[in-house]
Each structure stands twice: as structure tokens, then as C-alpha cells.
């Protein structure tokens, strides 16, 4: 059993560490400010060749895997979630082609993603379908004039990216959307040049700004048997099942920034004849949080070692499932007890810590909230996926 990272991932990680000092941490409370999108930082990210890390080298990729991804996005999410999510994006709506896409599908849509030449977004969840996957009611019917072609119709809501996306992974139902069957559910991939494809609304949000979240509609998107992803239900949870590990390093990275800002402060902030990090209950509360950061912190590098191995199907999906459970609470606690480390400061924007408040509560409703999560480790335990018999 070895702990150690590679040499490939300790330099990845070294890089990616100088990056986000230098580049991202000034940008951060901007970023914020503004919400407008830090196409500076993209540029930034398209020069380090860290668009393509989890991409497979012969799809002009680096092939650094979940693993790889992970440890960027923890190193830059120290300083801002926005562009952690940035990088997130670069996985979340290729995963269904890298698993079940055909080799044309990948060579069309994969090297741009790892190029910087083309964005994309993954469309799931509806008005009145989040975690209730088998609800959406988005859905394609046979296109009458193509063979193996479909006519899209419905709304995607809360989509990340949705303003900047070239194309889109878009999951509907084939035929009745009345239906629950997940024999029922496909995959498609939409160009956004495609007529009919309009984004009407923009989000306002209480964090993570600076990437939109929008609205997509799709009012009789023609689709063609090209653009069609196999997999169906399952793919759409495989997807979300290798997916685990790199929203879970985005709350190990944000309580890791939280924690160092607000102990940096205690220890130069005078109180009673001392400062306040001489104080044991001070020192205790940083000592329980940094053991929570190295718990998730373990729990998500096993998730990122298995979903690299393609070990993301249903028997994995607890020790998937924890991490992300784990490190996103983290995150939420970690803030929490920097803004109150900080005390009145902590609330101000002057300092950080209420931006980290802000943007550490996305990660425990995105991609699977933390109820589900724990929903689908019972699962596992009830099911003896996950027992120590």
C-alpha cells in the first residue's frame, strides 16, 4: 500500500500550486464582485495544458485521469470554487463520451475540450427533476425524416456553464415523459449552434459567480443517430458516479483555504494580553478541523484511485458516494469556523472567509446533494456492496 503521489502527480500538483498563487488568489474577490466570467484564468489554464488532464492522450488529452483532476482542482479551489468548477467542467460533460461515446463521438468532441477550443456543459436536471433523475420530463421523439434520429423538446435548469458551452450532454426520455422506466432515459449530444437551442435565463446566485448557471431550452432540436450516446439511465449515474471524487476535491480545497486564512489570522490578532490562537479551545477547534481535511481528503483519493480504474458501477458507488459526502460537509465546516475564528471581520468581504461561507454550501447540492449521498452508502450497506464480513 503506498500513500505517495507520483512524481507525475507531485510536479501536476506543484505547477498548479504556483498557478493559483500567482494567478487566482489576486482574482478571487474580483471574480466574485463582478460574476463576469475570468476568461483571463481560462487563458491561464489552456497555457498550462490543464484543460485535458482526466482526457486520454490519443484525444489530445494528458491523461492525468480523475486523479490528476482532482489534485488541480484542490490546489486552485484554495483560493476560489468558481475556478475549480472551471476545471470540473473539462470531466463532467465528457464523461458519457469517454464511456459509452463511439470513437467518432470522441475524436469530434473530446481534443477541443482538451484544446481550450471548445466548452461544454452537462444537462440533467429540470424545473422539476433534480435529484429525482427518473422525473425529467425533457424528451425526444423519433425525427420522422432521418433514420435513427430524434426531435429534443424540454428545459434544463441549473446548468453550469450553460452561457459559455459550444455543445451539450443532454439526457431525455425516449417517448412517454410520464414514464419512470430508466430503460427509458437516453443520452444525446446538442451542438448550441443547433436551431431551436436558446438560453434565456441566467441564475443569480448566492456564490460561485462568475460561471453562469442558466436555463437551456430545447424546442424541436433535431438530434442526429450520430449524436446519439448508448448507455441510457446508467450512463447518466456512471457519469455522476466518476464524478464523485473531483466535486469532493472542490470542498477539500476550499476548507484547506478556509482553514489557512483563518489560522494565519488568529495568530497575529491580539486578544486578552495574547493572541487568540494561544488559546486551547482556539487550537483544538483548527487541530478537529485539519484531521476532518486529511480524513476527506484519503476518502477522496481512494475514489479518484477506483474511478480511474473504471470502478464506478453500482458495487463502488458507497466508497464513491462518502467522499463526496464527506469533503463537501467539510468544506461547509471549515468556513463556518473560519468566519467565526474571524469573528465580526469574518462576516465583512475584506476578508474571504464570508466568500468561502458562500460557496462552500453549492457543494452539498450539486452533482447528488449530501442526503442523497448518504442515501445511495445505506444502500450500500444495507445491500453488502460495502461490508466488512
Known amino acids: 500500500m503506498d500513500f505517495e503521489l507520483s512524481d507525475e502527480h507531485r510536479g501536476l500538483r506543484e505547477t498548479v500550486r504556483r498557478l493559483a498563487q500567482d494567478k487566482i488568489k489576486p482574482r478571487a474577490r474580483q471574480i466574485d464582485a463582478t460574476g463576469e466570467y475570468p476568461q483571463d484564468i481560462f487563458d491561464e489554464f489552456k497555457r498550462a495544458d490543464l484543460l485535458g488532464l482526466c482526457i486520454p492522450e490519443e484525444y489530445g488529452g494528458s491523461g492525468a485521469g480523475i486523479m490528476g483532476l482532482a489534485i488541480a482542482i484542490e490546489e ?83 446548468i453550469s456553464g450553460g452561457k459559455q458551452a459550444d455543445w451539450f450532454t443532454v439526457f431525455a426520455k425516449m417517448g412517454d415523459p410520464s414514464s419512470r422506466l430508466h430503460s427509458n432515459i437516453g443520452g444525446f449530444i446538442v451542438d448550441a449552434t443547433t436551431a431551436g437551442v436558446s438560453r434565456p435565463r441566467v441564475d443569480k446566485k448566492m456564490g460561485v459567480k462568475g460561471i453562469d448557471t442558466a436555463d437551456i431550452v430545447f424546442e424541436d432540436v433535431r438530434v442526429g443517430p450520430d449524436q446519439v450516446i448508448g448507455g441510457g439511465f446508467a450512463l447518466a449515474m456512471q457519469s455522476l458516479n466518476a464524478m464523485r471524487p473531483i466535486v469532493a476535491a472542490r470542498g477539500i480545497g476550499l476548507a484547506e483555504g478556509a482553514l489557512m486564512y ?36 484519503l476518502l477522496t483519493y481512494r475514489a479518484a484511485w477506483l474511478a480511474d480504474q473504471g470502478k464506478f458501477t453500482k458495487e463502488f458507488v458507497p466508497y464513491l458516494s462518502m467522499c463526496k459526502y464527506y469533503a463537501s460537509e467539510v468544506a461547509v465546516k471549515a468556513s463556518g469556523l473560519a468566519v467565526q475564528l474571524l469573528g465580526a471581520a469574518g462576516y465583512m468581504e475584506e476578508h474571504p472567509t464570508e466568500l468561502y461561507y458562500r460557496d462552500a454550501r453549492q457543494l452539498t447540492i450539486v452533482e447528488g446533494t449530501s442526503q442523497v449521498q448518504l442515501g445511495l452508502i445505506a444502500r450500500g450497506v444495507l445491500g453488502h456492496d460495502l461490508w466488512w464480513d
Open 76 to 158: 486552485v479551489t484554495k483560493y476560489s470554487n468558481v475556478l475549480g468548477l472551471m476545471l470540473l467542467l473539462t470531466r463532467l460533460p465528457t464523461g458519457p463520451i469517454m464511456i459509452a461515446g463511439t470513437e467518432e463521438q470522441k475524436l469530434c468532441y473530446l481534443p477541443g475540450i482538451a484544446s481550450g477550443s471548445a466548452r461544454a456543459s452537462f444537462c440533467l436536471s429540470e424545473p422539476g427533476a433534480g435529484s429525482d433523475v427518473a422525473g425529467m420530463q425533457t424528451r425526444v421523439t423519433p425525427d420522422p425524416d432521418v433514420p435513427g434520429g430524434y426531435i429534443l423538446n424540454g428545459t434544463k435548469s441549473w
Open 262 to 297: 483563518a489560522t494565519e489570522y488568529v495568530k497575529n490578532r491580539p486578544a486578552f494580553t495574547k493572541t487568540i490562537a494561544e488559546f486551547q479551545g482556539i487550537q483544538w477547534e483548527i487541530a478537529k478541523c485539519a484531521t476532518e481535511i486529511e480524513a476527506a481528503r
